[in-house]
Nanobody
Framework: QVQLVESGGGLVQPGGSLRLSCAAS????????IGWFRQAPGKEREGVSC????????YYADSVKGRFTISRDNAKNTVYLQMNSLKPEDTAVYYC???????????????WGQGTQVTVSS
């Protein structure tokens, strides 16, 4: 059974850091694109970052560029999202997803995790 499980969310003060994990089971992530998306209350889900399964190239939304880092550990079948200098506007449910095409089009992603809540507040 294909499954993605996110973890690492929580409550953090502005300026703090969190590292989200996306663990895959039922298949290997090696050659798949992985995307991180988020959905804030009352807003549509948006793409945050994605990483290629072929060459490891990474992409970031302008809103997180320079603060977030996506990485993958194929040996652990896990993708990470390191989030630094967090802002209140980063508050959202964060989802990871996997598919064959790289980008922020949700239709390109076949499997999704259940999401993990990130709250940035003092």
């Amino acid at each position: 059974q294909v499954q993605l499980v996110e973890s690492g969310g929580g409550l953090v003060q502005p300026g703090g850091s969190l590292r989200l994990s996306c663990a895959a089971s039922g298949f290997t992530l090696d050659y798949y694109a992985i995307g991180w998306f988020r959905q804030a209350p009352g807003k549509e889900r948006e793409g945050v970052s994605c990483i290629s399964g072929f060459d490891g190239s990474t992409y970031y939304a302008d809103s997180v560029k320079g603060r977030f880092t996506i990485s993958r550990d194929n040996a652990k079948n896990t993708v990470y999202l390191q989030m630094n200098s967090l802002k209140p506007e980063d508050t959202a449910v964060y989802y990871c997803a996997t598919g064959y095409r790289l980008g922020y089009n949700e239709e390109w992603y076949d499997y999704w995790g259940q999401g993990t809540q990130v709250t940035v507040s003092s």
